[in-house]
């Protein structure tokens, strides 16, 4: 199985500052036709998750753009330019490349 | 609006069996895949597995073999998920998401999430 490491796993923020979460796979979530299949969701508290990013660095619909991901092979990266009161949840990220798919461990945001 | 709604909460016996549905509304029901994920008391997500509706082809983690099953009627566009031989560490919330896969594989992630059904296992 792809293992997905985050970090950092706890991730304090002062509203209006930027924040950035990693991902590591331990395989290329590279795809042969030049997709990485990786995505990230964001679980806020009490409630189901939600997508955020899907391959990597597409924004699902109704996300806000100051969410964007980049990254490719085995290093991701998930970015928030400018953190608000709503953005407090865990962080997954997903690899869908292969099955199982497998999510990292989750990053806590919270707000300082 | 595109939604999936959950059945209610359940506790089992160990040993028992669970059966989860998934109701799909405001989209064609064969167009997406729907996939299963669990998440026990203060864990993170597992995935469990997808199937496809349209054709009920299925796939399920190597961990649930021979225990999990996935179903689908697409007369009421639900989708169903069944665990058997509950243990305690079965004890989560279950959710199923809907996955649409463009031209290519391209795979635009679990969009819509139902509500999540609380199982319980205990004697």
């Known amino acids: 199985d792809i293992v997905m490491t985050q970090s950092p796993l706890s991730l304090p923020v002062t509203p209006g500052e930027p924040a950035s979460i990693s991902c590591r796979s331990s395989q290329s979530l590279l795809h042969s036709y030049g997709y990485n299949y990786l995505d990230w969701y964001l679980q806020k508290p009490g409630k189901s998750p939600q997508l955020l990013i899907y391959m990597a660095s597409g924004r699902a619909s109704g996300v806000p753009d100051r969410f964007s991901g980049s990254g490719s092979g085995t290093d991701f990266t998930l970015k928030i330019s400018r953190v608000e009161a709503e953005d407090v949840g865990i962080y997954y990220c997903m690899q869908a490349l292969q099955a199982p798919n497998t999510f990292g461990q989750g990053t806590k945001l919270e707000i300082k | 609006q595109v939604q999936l709604v959950q059945s209610g909460a359940e506790v089992k016996k160990p040993g028992a069996s669970v059966k989860v549905s998934c109701k799909a509304s405001g989209y064609t029901f064969t167009d997406c895949y729907i996939h299963w994920v669990r998440q026990a008391p203060g864990q993170g997500l597992e995935w469990m597995g997808w199937i496809n509706p349209n054709t009920g082809g299925t796939n399920y983690a190597q961990m649930f073999q021979g225990r999990l099953t996935m179903a689908r009627d697409t007369s009421i566009s639900t989708a169903y998920m069944e665990l058997a031989s509950l243990r305690s560490d079965d004890t989560a919330v279950y959710y199923c998401?809907?996955?649409?896969?463009?031209?290519?594989?391209?795979?635009?992630?679990?969009?819509?999430w139902g509500q999540g059904t609380t199982v319980t296992v205990s004697s």
């Open positions: 998401a809907k996955v649409l896969l463009g031209p290519s594989y391209y795979n635009y992630g679990m969009d819509v």
